[in-house]
């Protein structure tokens, strides 16, 4: 192949990969929905407890809408309070405790830990490994149920 003709076919192939390249990254433009309203739930269980009151709620709910509790007290209050539509979620006896702060937790230490795990997880596991692994264990938490 002639020297000049190859240099312009180089010349264009990388143009063509670059138009590509740049292609990909522009946005689509799509028509959007509107974002819906977030969902009304009532969440029953068999027992609650507020923080509010020594003793231990029976046949209480949490009104909640999207990830925010609208709403504690008698299920039958909570039920007149909720939208038309809300779902209901029974936990059966499960015990409920809207607002818990989990004041006292390790999110850089994993595990049942002995005195060598410490040592091992604290001295010898990288910064970043240790940060992954903590933002595994936060994701945990939230899954769990605790938001503080």
Excluded: C, W
């Amino acid at each position: 192949m002639h020297p000049t003709r190859n240099a312009r076919v180089r010349r264009s192939s990388a143009l063509g990969l670059l138009a590509l390249a740049l292609g990909a990254g522009a946005p689509v433009l799509r028509a959007q929905a509107p974002p819906s309203a977030p969902r009304a739930t009532i969440v029953r269980a068999a027992r609650l407890i507020d923080g509010v009151s020594d003793a231990v709620r029976q046949s209480h709910a949490l009104l909640v809408e999207g990830d925010r509790i609208l709403a504690v007290g008698p299920a039958t209050e909570v039920a007149r309070r909720a939208p038309a539509g809300a779902v209901e979620l029974d936990l059966g006896d499960a015990t409920l405790l809207p607002g818990l702060i989990d004041a006292h937790t390790h999110l850089l230490l994993q595990g049942d830990i002995t005195q060598q795990d410490y040592d091992e997880q604290l001295l010898k596991e990288s910064t970043p490994y240790r940060t992954i692994r903590a933002t595994v264990a936060a994701r945990t938490a939230l899954l769990n149920g605790f938001t503080t």
